[in-house]
């Protein structure tokens, strides 16, 4: 097939390692492979699509320009241009990027999450009952670990005010604070559609940093490196007894289905002291480096990089067939 990957381009010109990464796999597939960075003129974007004709797009745009929710406008456009791509549709990231929304469909499907309460910019709260301290609060429609750091975790009034306004003033979002679940935390990739497969857990070991640290994965932990959260936090297979194993499986397929999920996802989760599993985050079309952990979880199943991203479009061909 003619694959275009789409991918953000910085200003700088620069593009993120997984594009080539993506492209060198799709291209060991024996399809012949363009790479196209999203401009932020919609109307440079068509031409572009239009020029390289592809059968399929591969998407890994995840903002247009300064807009983080780009992405919702880019499934948009490809929609209406009749083109087939990979992963979730407009509908489907909306409902997977307001945190608070994704909640109340999983609630629907009685999957257990952390109870919360969301601090709009320009609205009262809302909340779904009392919550107790300490509370974990991030930006409702953010990804990336965006917002996300040490003062982020809270144990008092104070505190959550403090951090409800500095989201609203630095992300320009509404704020989510949630119960902090102390406990272990694993994610689970899945891949496919009519039956899609959960791949061994991943569970993030938070036992480098220092003590008193909140046990959180934030966005310095995940993108600067050389800083204490950084080599404080590794991702490993999970060494987990069978029946915990299926429980994550259970759980992880369970969300990815209620939150329409398509072709491929991370599910984040802790598992408490009492062995009630909690979902945190249903991350779709998820970041794909090929040391990041959705890869280090199809390694771990057998399945190498080049047939992962195969098994990506081939999820993508037969769902749009």
Not at 22 to 40: E, Q
Not at 112 to 139: I, Q, S, W, Y
Not at 297 to 315: C, M, N, T
């Amino acid at each position: 097939m003619r694959i275009t990957v789409l991918s953000n381009v910085d200003e700088d010109g620069t593009r993120d390692p997984v594009v080539p990464q993506v492209a060198s796999a799709l291209r060991r597939g024996k399809h012949t492979v363009s790479v196209f960075g999203a401009p932020p003129d919609v109307r440079k974007l068509v031409t572009g699509l239009a020029r390289r004709k592809p059968d399929l797009v591969f998407n890994l745009v995840e903002e247009l320009g300064d807009n983080p929710a780009g992405n919702i406008a880019v499934c948009g456009l490809l929609d209406l241009l009749g083109l087939r791509y990979t992963g979730c549709g407009a509908g489907e990231f909306y409902l997977g990027q307001d945190k608070a929304l994704a909640k109340k469909l999983l609630a629907f499907e009685n999957i257990l999450f952390p109870n919360f309460a969301v601090f709009g910019r320009d609205k009262a709260m809302e909340t779904g009952g009392n919550l107790r301290m300490p509370l974990f609060v991030k930006p409702v429609a953010m990804d990336s670990s965006i917002g996300i750091g040490k003062r982020s975790l809270v144990r008092d009034a104070g505190e959550l005010m403090k951090q409800v306004a500095a989201i609203h003033a630095e992300c320009d979002d509404d704020a989510l604070a949630e119960e902090y679940i102390e406990g272990r935390e694993f994610y689970v990739a899945v891949i496919g559609n009519g039956e899609p497969l959960a791949l061994p857990p991943i569970e993030v070991d938070f036992s480098g940093l220092p003590e008193g640290a909140p046990r959180v994965y934030d966005r310095k932990a995940k993108w600067e490196p050389g800083s204490a959260e950084h080599s404080g936090v590794k991702a490993v297979i999970a060494d987990i007894p069978d029946e915990l194993r299926a429980r994550l499986h259970k759980v992880s397929l369970d969300a990815y289905r209620a939150l329409r999920v398509r072709d491929y996802g991370r599910v984040d989760l802790r598992v408490a002291d009492t062995g009630d599993i909690y979902v945190l985050e249903v991350n779709a079309s998820c970041y794909l480096e090929k040391n990041d952990e959705f890869a280090m979880a199809a390694r771990a199943a057998g399945i190498k990089y080049h047939e992962l991203i195969g098994r990506i479009v081939d999820s993508a061909q037969a769902r749009t067939r």
